[in-house]
Structure formats: structure tokens, C-alpha cells
């Protein structure tokens, strides 16, 4: 059964101090992999898209990476706005997407 | 470019009444996702639609959900008799062919009681 989880489930942060968001996954058949963030009371924006092991994508202070089992959600030097739960989604060969349960991020300044 | 609308914004209501949520994806994309979150189960998808067509339906939870997009600007969900167990935020999901990434709507949280 397919499946992806999302570590930690949340994290706390001073402001500036950099960190990292793992998803991880096991999929029969995976074409890419999103990254969406959600503020509280919103629906999920899109971030990213990653298609093969070893591409990167970046957006002011988040980096996003893809290995063959999981990927990292690099947020460097946050500032309170970026205090959202962050979700990871495999899209899969039947062209559906299967959403791990979040990183709730908060950061103080 | 106006993005995915969804209304009510905000439902109430009893037990065994009909709830009927409404939503209308971004202009020229063809392809509209329903959806439900939860604490417990969060994101699920419900339904997806394909030019209109239903194409996977396997993710609706009971006969008491049902969902019809009788044009490309329009779809609803319907739950009849509505229970409290449906009580989530459902959101409603749009996007192209040939582009994967859905674009999301600011959902409808239900309470059912």
C-alpha cells in the first residue's frame, strides 16, 4: 500500500534558524512529487514540483529536494510568514495524488 | 486570473438534512478534484473529473455522497442525509492537462450536528 509521512509532525523555530522537513514515501509508481503550503483556514498553495532523484527547486528561502525515497523541504533563515504546515504528495502512475499528514512549521521572531 | 471559488465558504447544519457544496475551477483547465480533510485522515480524495466525465469515483465514502459537474465552470458535491461524521473541510482542486499541479480552492468546512 502506498504511503507517505511527513516528519516532524511539527516544528518550532527561532527566527533565522535554519531546518529541514523530510517526506518520505513508498509508491508502486511515482511520476513527481508536490510540495504544497497551508495556512491556517486556507486551502493548500502550491509550491513545488519535482520529477527525478536529484533535482532541486527553490523559492526565496525554501529549497526543495528529491532522492529515490524522499524528499527534504530545506527552509533557510525563516521569518515568522513562513509559519504554515507544509505538505508533501506523490503523484502516482494512476495520475492521483496521495498527501502525507503535514509538518506544522512555527517560527518566532 | 481568479483562482478555484468554492461556497459556502461556512455550512451548519442538522443531521439527515441535505448539504449540497458548489465550486467552480480556473478558467481552461479541465480536470476539478474533490476532496476532504481531516485531523484523523487528512487530505483524501474524493472524486476527480475529467471534461466533465467522472473518471474515479472510488475515494466517495457511501452512497450519500454524490457529485456532478454538468458543465466546465461548475461542479457540486451532495451528501444526503448529511452526519456528523462528515464534518471536515472539503476542498475542491482544479488543473490542465499536461500541467500536473493542482491549484486548490479556500474550501467549505462543514459541521454537521
Known amino acids: 500500500e502506498d504511503q507517505v509521512t511527513q516528519s516532524p509532525e511539527a516544528l518550532r523555530l527561532q527566527e533565522g534558524e535554519s531546518s529541514s522537513l523530510n517526506c518520505s514515501y513508498t509508491v508502486s509508481g511515482l511520476r513527481g512529487l508536490f510540495w504544497y503550503r497551508q495556512d491556517p483556514g486556507k486551502g493548500p498553495e502550491f509550491l513545488f514540483t519535482?520529477?527525478?532523484a536529484g533535482e532541486e527547486k527553490e523559492k526565496e528561502r525554501l529549497k526543495a529536494t528529491l532522492t529515490k525515497k524522499e524528499s527534504f523541504l530545506h527552509i533557510t533563515a525563516p521569518k515568522p510568514e513562513d509559519s504554515a504546515t507544509y505538505l508533501c504528495?506523490?503523484?502516482?502512475?494512476?495520475?492521483?495524488?496521495?498527501f502525507g499528514a503535514g509538518t506544522t512549521v512555527t517560527v518566532r521572531a | 486570473d481568479a483562482g478555484v471559488i468554492q461556497s459556502p465558504r461556512h455550512e451548519v447544519t442538522e443531521m439527515g438534512q441535505e448539504v449540497t457544496l458548489r465550486c467552480k475551477p480556473i478558467s481552461g483547465h479541465d480536470y476539478l478534484f474533490w476532496y476532504r480533510q481531516t485531523m484523523m485522515r487528512g487530505l483524501e480524495l474524493l472524486i476527480y473529473f475529467n471534461n466533465n466525465v467522472p473518471i474515479d469515483d472510488s475515494g466517495m465514502p457511501e452512497d450519500r455522497f454524490s457529485a456532478k459537474m454538468p458543465n466546465a465552470s461548475f461542479s457540486t458535491l451532495k451528501i444526503q442525509p448529511s452526519e456528523p461524521r462528515d464534518s471536515a473541510v472539503y476542498f475542491c482542486?482544479?488543473?490542465?492537462?499536461?500541467?500536473?499541479?493542482?491549484?486548490f480552492g479556500p474550501g467549505t468546512r462543514l459541521t454537521v450536528t
Open positions: 504528495a506523490v503523484f502516482r502512475n494512476d495520475y492521483k495524488l496521495s
Open positions: 482542486a482544479s488543473r490542465r492537462t499536461g500541467n500536473y499541479e493542482q491549484y
Open positions: 519535482l520529477y527525478s
